[in-house]
Every structure is written in C-alpha cells, then in structure tokens.
C-alpha cells in the first residue's frame, strides 16, 4: 500500500490518501497511524481523486528528521572517518522537506554541497524506551526514498551537522511511503545526471533498520509520522546548479529533483 499527503487542486486542505496509478482515495490521519491496512475501508467511486487533479506533498509531516551518520562503512571510510560502534545521530529540520519534481536550491553560504540517497523510515506509532522483547519494526508506518542533501564544506567548518543538513530544500522524499517492503537487501543507487554516482545495498548497513529505531527510542521519543534517514553508501559527490539528481531504491522507484 503506497500512502501521500496532498491537496486538490480546488481547495488548499491538506489530506492523505492511498495512492494508486492514477487516483487517490482519501483517508484520515487517524486511519493512516492508526488502522491496520486490513480495516482501511474499500474505496467507491465517489471516493476517487485523479491523480491530475491533486498536488503531491511529502508524505509525512515530522516532528523530526532523525538521520544515522557514517551507517555504511565505505561511506565512512570516504570521509577520513572511523566506522561507529553506535548509531551517530544527528537531525535535519523538517523545513528542509520537499518531493518528487522540486527543485534542490544551492545556498550561497556553500560551495559545496553533495547527495546522499537514503532509505527513510517512517514511524506509525509512538516510540519511547523499546523493549528488547519487541520488535521494533511494528513501530514503522512505512519506507520511502531520501536524499540527504549536504552542505559538506560548512559540515566541516562547523564540526557539527546542523547547519550543513538543514537548508530548505536539502531533504527530497519519495511521494508515497510503501508499507510493505523487506529492506535487508535493497539496491541503492545515486545518478547525477544519468551518471552513476552511488551504488550500495541495505545489506551493508553498520546498523540494521531495526537496531536503529531501538536506539533512537531510548535516546529521544519518536512520533507519528517522524523520519529516519539510515545513512548513506560510499559515492558522494558535488552537485551543481543545472544538474538532475536521482536516487533509487530497490522496490520503491526513483525520486528526482533538479538542482537549482
């Protein structure tokens, strides 16, 4: 089940929806972070939305974007970094988000900034102190793609990750969460401009997605509908005005934005 936010063309009222080829049915909040997929009721044709009437928004509205750093050891190593023996965790704003089709800005304090495709993981429930007899893949409402755009030069400068992740529009997500997906072994695949830039897998992550959201829990409490990007692959490279950035994952499609 693919789950968005948007809103209609005629009226400027956020909603969410199940997204399909070319409709959406509407859903509530409630029956997104709530209902199981199975009580989700079936949808008429009344219900239905075309996809060209509508406007597509992040798909989750987060209280925080937590992100996993140096999570793939290459990545790490790329950087003149040691591999951690703990998840690193940082945060992006959550003005930072945009979607598919919007366009990365480069922001005149860097000369600098740089991709990074992710899988992102979205929460469905509240999450505090998980226990080690639960699973903490119940707490994920779903799966979508990421770039966590990077001012790498301020990185730097800064000794900190703030500022350098957190400009407007230097966190592109997927339209849609996928809710039903295995990512123990996802392909993960960077193009600018057709190029090839990153290619990685799941498999290769320092911490699993499940280990990451158990650690994250006992640090700060997650919400509904907050954001984990689970780090990186090794490949990460300058973007520019005029250049087109692709992220793929196995299983999720592509997400594409211009660079401006």
Not at 223 to 232: E, F, M, S, V
Request: one cysteine or more; aromatic letters at 6%; hydrophobic letters at 40%.
């Amino acid at each position: 089940m693919k789950i968005c936010r948007f809103i209609t063309n005629e009226k400027n009222t956020v909603q969410f929806g199940i997204l399909h080829d070319e409709w959406i049915e509407p859903v509530t909040a409630q029956d997104i972070y709530q209902a199981s997929e199975a009580s989700l009721r079936i949808p008429t044709a009344a219900d239905k939305i075309a996809l060209s009437d509508v406007t597509l928004l992040p798909p989750a509205n987060p209280t925080k974007i937590v992100c996993i750093g140096r999570n793939y050891a290459e990545h790490a190593r790329e950087l003149g970094n040691a591999v951690p023996t703990e998840p690193l965790l940082f945060l992006k704003a959550p003005t930072s988000l945009i979607t598919e089709g919007e366009a990365i800005l480069i922001p005149p304090q860097s000369q600098q900034v740089e991709h990074e495709g992710e899988l992102a993981v979205i929460i469905k429930r509240t999450a505090k102190n998980i226990g080690a007899e639960e699973n903490p893949l119940n707490y994920v409402l779903g799966y979508s793609l990421l770039n966590d755009v990077t001012a790498r030069d301020l990185q730097r400068k800064d000794v900190q990750f703030t500022r350098a992740k957190s400009f407007d529009t230097f966190c592109p997500i997927g339209h849609f969460i996928e809710t039903e997906l295995d990512t123990t072994a996802l392909a993960v695949t960077v193009r600018v401009n057709e190029k090839i830039k990153q290619q990685g897998n799941t498999r290769d992550m320092v911490f699993s997605v499940a280990a990451i959201i158990r650690y994250i829990s006992e640090q700060m409490t997650l919400l509904p509908g907050d954001i984990i990007a689970t780090g990186t692959p090794s490949g990460v490279s300058r973007l520019e005005a005029g250049d087109v950035c692709t992220v793929e994952i196995e299983g999720l499609g592509t997400l594409t934005n211009p660079v401006s």
